[in-house]
């Protein structure tokens, strides 16, 4: 833990205002007698998922475009995945148009602790909390677990570095999410130079004997992590200055207009709706009802058109919530194309369909997820849910698509989408023999190679044709065939009948 003692002698009534005229280790003096003409000001609060990773994304963008020079982002965040959260440090390092900040009221805690670290500079109230970003995970049972000693020397080195760029102590940001360390304050004899550095880093200076030990600073603790408010972090050097409000940090950065704020915008939000599980299972529900519809009455229709749609939105909505990427696009559209093989050229449910099937299902469960294959308890549950959406929606396509193979004539609007049986000679035709499923089966084999018959139902390339007055599933050989047209057979395998368009000798 952080030891209070340390610190009794060195914080000052005056701590306040020495911090907002001291320099901090992660900028200059310049920056502070820099005077700022553009300021703008993200509020990024809640959890941090892939979804707020992408608005911070864009929202500096947005700063970029309105000629910035001074990003504020001020953080109030219990923390949340630990990748995505040093993808916004990362995000926050990369500003290269102007001086950023990590505004902290309230707290920064766990992976929003990791985040700050990404600032040019991190200013806190001086009751604000900072720190406690121990690595942990939700086992079978549901119980926070920390990680394995492999994966918490992985994020150790990642966050060292992390702090290492940015001016901060090594030492104190590997604190944060190990706590087996054992931190010192100390004072290099000679220059008069403050460091917090363990054992192994006094040693890997070759000179250890020049630095002085003033005490521990944070020592091993079997359940806390470093965690420091706002006094405490200027005082180990975390933060660059302590400030009241927006107003006063406004003020000691020379911040010449008023704060322009970037709220969340439409898209933002319209991301967020899409990305909600109702929202999603809709989406794939009336997506492969139009899908039927189409492959009722194939070409580009109110179904094809209506499918694209539902799908675009959602793989636009997982795009910019960053779970999904081309490799889930492309696994959906080959799902789509072999279930096409399936329902128009091959009849009958065989591998290109299940495995149509499967392909959509694995691609739209992963879009919604941003790992290939669960690892931990909690993204098997994630995953779960994912999986159960679309289940759900399965459930409800299929009981929407018994309906409408029921009604769909009757529907208004929908009632064009389907082809109405032709007339025979001699009267209409019979649409309880042509739906039925005499004359499959056994009956194929009173079928010779060569016989000619009507097309009752367009080739698409199957449809149903009559032979002798009894009706036939048919697959066509090249082009789609209209209704009324004579083919002739070409082949038959099995159950399966190839014909051929039969131009009659004149």
Partial sequence: ????????????????????????????????????????????????????????????????????????????????????????????????????????????????????????MIVMHPNARLGDAGPIYADEFGQFQAVPEKIRSDLSTRIRNLAERNGRSPALAQAMIDNTLVVFRVQHRETGEERFMTDNELEATGKPEEWEKRGEVFKPNNEDYLEVTGEQAFDLQLASMLAGDRDSLAREMGLETEWRFLQRNWIDMTVFVLNLPLVTGLLFMVGMVALFIEFSAPGISIGGLLATLCFSLFFWGRFLGGTAGWLEVVLFLLGIFFVIVEVLLIPGFGVPGISGVLLIICSLVMASQNYLMPTTASEWRNTGASLMVVIGSGVGFVCLSVFLTRFLGEIPLLSRLVLSPSEREGGPLDVARLTSTTGQGINVELLEVGQVGTVQTPLRPAGKVEFEEEFYDVVSEGDFVDAGDQVRIMEIQGNRVVVRTHQPKS
């Fill in 1 to 120: 833990m952080f030891s209070k003692t340390d610190l009794s002698g060195r914080l000052l009534p005056f701590a306040v205002l020495a911090g907002l005229l001291a320099c901090g280790p992660a900028f200059s003096a310049d920056d502070l007698a820099r005077v700022h003409k553009q300021g703008v000001l993200i509020r990024f609060e809640g959890p941090i998922f892939p979804f707020t990773e992408k608005i911070l994304q864009r929202q500096l963008q947005r700063a970029r475009k309105l000629g910035a020079d001074l990003v504020v982002v001020e953080i109030d965040s219990p923390g949340g995945e630990v990748d995505s959260s040093f993808r916004c440090a990362e995000l926050l390092e990369a500003v290269d148009f102007a001086t950023t900040i990590a505004w902290v009221p309230e707290m920064a805690l766990s992976g929003a602790a990791i985040m700050s670290l990404g600032a040019d």
